[in-house]
C-alpha cells in the first residue's frame, strides 16, 4: 500500500513508501516526529474532502455482489498490481458455522481471493486471530480454508507470537503500542473482509472492529479504552479496501451469536472505513453516530461518518 | 525353524511401539481416525480388571478389548510383555541405545516376587470400599473401591510419561522450529526471492499441521520423567528390571499363562554353555538350563537364537518340557503384600484433601473450589477411582485446558485431570476426552449433552472486573460465552456482566478470555459441579433454566 498520502514529507524522502518501511520507521529511536503529525493530517483531511464513495451491491450471488461492488470502485486492478502481496482479513473470530452469521461468509472471502489473484497479486494471504480455540477447530466451522485456498490464498489462523511485531502508534490517544500481524506491515495490500453484526459492548461490529482480529493482546484494548482503541488502529492502519460482508447479518447475541439473523444479501464497499461501517450501520437503523469507536475514528480523521456526505452507489 | 522367533518378535516388538506412538499422536481434536487411540489401554487386562473390581460392575466394552491378551495369556503365558507391551520394547531399545548392561540375572531371584506381591495389594485396595459415609452421603453415589493400580500399570505409566513429557518436549521443539521459519519466511532475502518464499511455504504448512496453537503446558512432567527414567535405569541392576520383578501385569499375565500348553524344551544336546541362561532377557532360566519358570518367561526367545547346538525349543507335551521352576510365594509376605495394599487405601482416603464440605455433594471438597472435572466425569469417587492418569484426556484436549491435579482434591486425586481454564477453555463442540478413556471414568457424551454436563459455575469478582470495578466498556466474557450464561446488567449508564448460574456449563471461555491480568475477574468454580445429579436432572434442569431465559437456543447446530 502506499501511505505516501498519508505520511507527506516523511514517504516522500524514500520515494514509495512501503507499510512496512513505515513501521521501521516507526519503531526508530533518533527520528524527530514532532512536525510530522500535522503534515498527516493535511493528507487525510485532503483525502476526506474528496465526497468517499460506499458501493452497496444487492441481489445476487454472495460472490457476484463482491465482484459487482469491486467493479463499481474501479475493479480489483485498482487496488492489487501485478506481483503485489496481499493481506485479506475476514472474520474468522469465533468456532461458528457460516449460517450463523457470526464469522464471514466464506463465497465472499474466496472471491475477494479470486479477484485479487486474477488481478496478478504474487501473494495473498487470508489471516485472523480468532477469540475460540482451537484454531483448527474454528476455522473448520467456519468454512473458509477451502473455498479461499482453493482460490488461491494461503489461510493462516495468526495465534503464535511469532507472526507478530511490536509496532507503536504515532497518532494513538490509547493505544501507543500493540503488536500487530506482521503481513500487514508486509503486504502492499490489505483488505478488510469484516462481516456486519450486533455487539454486546460496541454496539455494532463492523469494518473497523474487525481489525481487532489484527493484533495479538486484544485484552489490552479493553483495559486501555475499547473505542478509543479501536479509532486509533484503524486511523493508524486503514485499509486499502473494505468489502463488507452483509449477506446475512446477526442482530441478536452478537458478536458470536447464536442469534436472530436476516438475509439481508448485500455486500458494501469501499475505502473509506469509517464511511463503509455508518452506512453498514444504518442496516441494522443505528447512527452512526451513536457508535463511540465510529466517532472517534471520524474525529481522529479517519473517515467520514456523515452519511449526507457519502457518495452511496448501488449496483 | 525356531531360530527365527527371535527376529519376528523384534519386528513385532517394534511394529507394536510404532502402533502406540501412531495411536497416541492421533488423539486430536478434531479426530483423525474411528479406531480407539487408546486401544493399548483397552486392551491392558490389569486396567479393565481394576476398573470393574473397583467400581463393582461389568464393564462391557472393558471386558470385549482385555479379551485377546488374556486368551494370548493363557496359550503363551508372558508373550505379551515379550511381543507387543510398548513399555517392554521402550525399556528393550533404551537398554540397547544407553548400554545398560544388567549383571548376571540369576542373582536376584527372590526380587522377582515382588510384583506379585503389588499385584496383590492392588487387588486390596480394589476390593475394600472407597470411603465410610454419612446415610445422606451414601445414597448420591455408588459403592466403589479404591484403585492405586494408575501407580504400577506399565501402559498407563508410560502413556503418562508420553503425554505429560514427550508432549510439552516435543511441542516446544516444534514450535521454536515453526518460529524460526516464520522468521526466515519474514526476511528481506527470502521475500527477494520468490523461489526460497516458495519453498518455504509447504513447510510451514507442514509445520502447523503438527505444532499447537501455542506451547503445551504440563506440571508433573518432571515427576513423571524420573519414574520413567528410573524404570530404564534399573535395567543396570538386571535387565528388564521392571518387567522381572515388578510389574503387576506381567505377573496377572504370568499367574494366567500358568495353563499355557505352549513349553520351553531342552534336549540333550544341551552342554550347558550357560548362553541362554546370560541371554534371558528375565532371569527365567535356572543354573540349570533344563529348568526355567514358567510365569518369568515373556517368550523372547533369545534362548533359542542364541543356543549354539540348537537344543532348545518349543512343545506342546508336558513330558518334553523342560522342568520349571515354581515361584514360591510366601504367605507371610502375602498377607503383608494385602496389609501394605489396605494401608495404601486408607491413607490416600484419610489425606486431608480428600475431606468432603458439608454440603454432600460429593464433587466438591475443602481443599480446592477449583477441582472442575472434565465433562463426563463420573462422581467424584467412583471417577478417582477408576482412573488411571494414562493422561490421553490431557493429550487430547485441544486447549491444554486439562491438567493433572496436584493437591486439588487430596492426594487420591493426584494426576487426575481437572480443566484449568486459565491455560484454556473446554472447547463447546469438543467431545474427545470422553472418548479416549479407556476405564470410562470419563463416560463418553456427546457434543450437544455438554450444554448441561456442568463442570462448575462462573462467578465475577466484580473488585477487579473492568466492567464492574472501573466502568469500562468490557464484556468479552460476554461476548465469548458459547452457552449465552452471561447477560448485561446496565448500572449507572455502564453495561456490566452477570453470569446466570443455571445455564452456565463452567466451561470457562469466559475465564480464558477475560482482559483482567493474570487470573482473570471471571472464574469458574467447582460450586456448580452436578456429578451427583443424574444426566438427565441435569438435562431438564438446563431446559427450564433455558425456557426462563432468553429463548435462543444453545444448540446452534454443532
Known amino acids: 500500500m502506499d501511505l505516501g498520502s498519508l505520511h507527506g514529507k516523511a514517504s516522500m524522502s524514500r520515494g514509495r513508501m512501503t507499510r512496512r518501511d513505515f513501521m521501521q520507521w516507526a519503531l526508530g529511536a533518533g527520528l524527530a516526529v514532532s512536525g510530522l503529525s500535522e503534515l498527516s493530517g493535511k493528507g487525510s483531511a485532503a483525502e476526506a474532502a474528496a465526497q468517499p464513495t460506499v458501493v452497496v451491491a444487492s441481489a445476487k450471488k454472495p460472490a457476484e455482489l463482491v465482484r459487482a461492488a469491486v467493479d463499481a470502485l474501479g475493479g480489483m486492478g485498482k487496488f492489487v498490481k501485478r506481483g503485489q502481496r496481499v493481506l485479506v482479513k475476514p472474520n474468522i473470530g469465533w468456532a461458528r458455522k457460516p449460517e450463523h452469521a457470526a464469522t464471514t461468509n466464506p463465497e465472499v472471502v474466496a472471491e475477494v481471493v479470486r479477484l485479487c489473484k486474477a488481478a496478478g497479486a504474487r501473494e495473498i494471504k487470508v489471516m485472523d486471530h480468532s477469540v475460540d480455540v482451537p484454531d483448527a477447530l474454528v476455522l473448520k466451522m467456519s468454512g473458509i480454508k477451502g473455498p479461499a485456498e482453493k482460490a488461491g490464498a494461503r489461510v493462516i489462523m495468526a495465534s503464535s507470537a511469532g507472526l507478530y511485531e511490536r509496532v507503536s502508534l504515532r497518532r494513538a490517544k490509547a493505544l501507543k503500542s500493540t503488536d500487530v500481524l506482521r503481513d500487514l506491515g508486509r503486504a502492499d495490500v490489505f483488505i478488510n473482509v469484516p462481516i456486519a453484526k450486533v455487539h454486546n459492548a460496541t454496539v455494532l461490529t463492523l469494518g473497523c472492529k474487525n481489525l481487532m482480529g489484527a493484533v495479538l493482546d486484544r485484552g489490552a484494548w479493553h483495559r486501555s479504552g475499547l473505542d478509543q482503541c479501536i479509532a486509533d488502529f484503524v486511523t493508524q492502519f486503514p485499509p486499502d479496501l473494505v468489502i463488507l460482508d452483509a449477506v446475512r447479518i446477526l442482530l441478536t447475541n452478537g458478536p458470536k451469536g447464536p442469534g436472530r439473523t436476516e438475509d439481508k444479501r448485500l455486500v458494501v464497499a469501499g475505502t473509506d472505513p469509517v464511511a463503509v461501517d455508518a452506512y453498514s450501520a444504518s442496516l441494522f437503523g443505528r447512527s452512526a453516530e451513536k457508535i463511540g469507536h465510529l466517532r472517534l475514528a471520524h474525529a481522529m480523521g479517519a473517515g467520514e461518518i456523515d452519511l449526507s456526505r457519502i457518495r452511496v452507489k448501488n449496483v | ?558
Open chain 2, 1 to 558: 525353524m525356531y531360530k527365527r522367533l527371535r527376529a519376528a518378535r523384534r519386528v513385532s516388538q517394534l511394529l507394536f511401539l510404532a502402533a502406540f506412538v501412531l495411536l497416541f499422536a492421533l488423539a486430536t481434536f478434531p479426530p483423525k481416525t474411528r479406531i480407539p487411540v487408546d486401544l493399548f489401554l483397552r486392551a491392558d487386562p490389569l486396567i479393565a480388571m481394576s476398573a470393574m473390581v473397583s467400581l463393582r460392575k461389568l464393564i462391557f466394552p472393558l471386558v470385549w478389548y482385555a479379551l485377546p491378551v488374556v486368551v494370548l495369556s493363557l496359550f503363551l503365558g508372558r508373550a505379551f510383555c515379550g511381543w507387543i507391551c510398548p513399555m517392554g520394547t521402550t525399556i528393550d531399545l533404551c537398554e540397547r541405545l544407553f548400554r545398560i548392561r544388567g549383571r548376571r540375572p540369576s542373582q536376584a531371584p527372590p526380587w522377582r516376587r515382588v510384583k506379585f506381591y503389588v499385584l496383590i495389594a492392588l487387588v486390596v485396595t480394589m476390593l475394600l470400599p472407597a470411603a465410610h459415609r454419612s446415610a445422606k452421603e451414601w445414597a448420591l453415589t455408588d459403592t466403589v473401591g479404591v484403585s492405586a493400580v494408575y501407580l504400577m500399570d506399565p501402559i498407563a505409566l508410560l502413556t503418562r510419561t508420553f503425554t505429560l513429557v514427550g508432549l510439552p518436549v516435543s511441542q516446544w521443539g516444534l514450535g521454536m522450529t515453526r518460529d524460526v521459519v516464520t522468521e526466515w519466511s519474514y526476511a528481506r532475502f527470502v521475500e527477494d526471492h520468490p523461489l526460497l518464499d516458495r519453498a518455504l511455504a509447504p513447510i510451514q504448512t507442514g509445520l502447523s499441521m503438527v505444532t499447537r496453537d501455542s506451547a503445551v503446558y504440563f506440571r508433573l512432567g518432571l515427576l513423571s520423567f524420573v519414574v520413567f527414567a528410573g524404570i530404564v535405569a534399573a535395567g543396570r541392576y538386571a535387565r528388564r528390571f521392571w518387567c522381572r520383578n515388578l510389574c503387576p501385569l506381567g505377573a496377572l499375565l504370568g499367574v494366567l499363562g500358568k495353563v499355557s500348553p505352549v513349553k520351553l524344551a531342552v534336549s540333550e544336546k544341551c552342554t550347558r554353555c550357560m548362553r541362554c541362561v546370560n541371554e534371558c532377557k528375565v532371569g527365567a532360566i535356572s543354573e540349570d538350563p533344563h529348568e526355567y519358570s514358567g510365569p518369568e518367561c515373556i517368550a523372547c526367545y533369545s534362548c533359542i537364537a542364541v543356543c549354539p547346538e540348537n537344543a532348545v525349543s518349543l512343545t506342546a507335551r508336558r513330558e518334553h518340557a523342560g522342568r520349571e521352576d515354581e515361584v514360591r510365594l510366601d504367605r507371610r509376605r502375602l498377607l503383608e503384600a494385602a496389609g501394605f495394599g489396605l494401608a495404601t487405601a486408607a491413607l490416600l482416603k484419610v489425606d486431608w484433601g480428600a475431606a468432603r464440605t458439608q454440603a454432600g455433594e460429593l464433587a466438591l471438597k475443602v481443599s480446592s473450589q477449583r477441582l472442575l472435572r472434565p465433562p463426563g466425569a463420573l462422581g467424584e469417587d467412583a471417577f478417582v477411582t477408576a482412573c488411571v492418569r494414562c493422561g490421553e484426556c490431557m493429550k487430547v484436549c485441544p486447549t491444554n485446558a486439562l491438567q493433572p491435579a496436584f493437591g486439588e482434591g487430596g492426594l487420591e486425586s493426584l494426576g487426575t485431570p481437572i480443566l484449568v481454564p486459565r491455560i484454556g477453555p473446554c472447547a463447546q463442540s469438543c467431545n474427545q476426552c470422553g472418548q479416549v478413556c479407556p476405564t470410562r471414568a470419563l463416560e463418553p457424551f456427546s457434543v450437544e449433552e455438554k450444554a448441561h454436563l456442568y463442570l462448575g459455575t462462573a462467578s465475577i469478582d466484580r473488585s477487579t472486573c473492568i466492567a464492574w470495578a472501573a466502568g469500562k466498556q468490557c464484556l468479552v466474557c460476554d461476548e465469548a460465552c458459547s452457552y449465552d450464561a452471561i447477560s448485561q446488567e446496565v448500572v449507572e449508564g455502564v453495561e456490566r456482566p452477570v453470569v446466570d448460574d443455571r445455564i452456565c456449563v463452567g466451561c470457562g471461555l469466559c475465564e480464558w478470555v477475560c482482559p483482567v491480568e493474570p487470573l482473570g475477574a471471571i472464574r469458574v468454580y467447582s460450586t456448580g459441579d452436578k456429578r451427583h445429579w443424574t444426566r438427565d436432572e441435569r438435562r431438564e434442569l438446563r431446559e427450564q433454566a433455558e425456557q426462563e431465559s432468553t429463548g435462543v437456543s444453545p444448540y446452534p447446530g454443532l
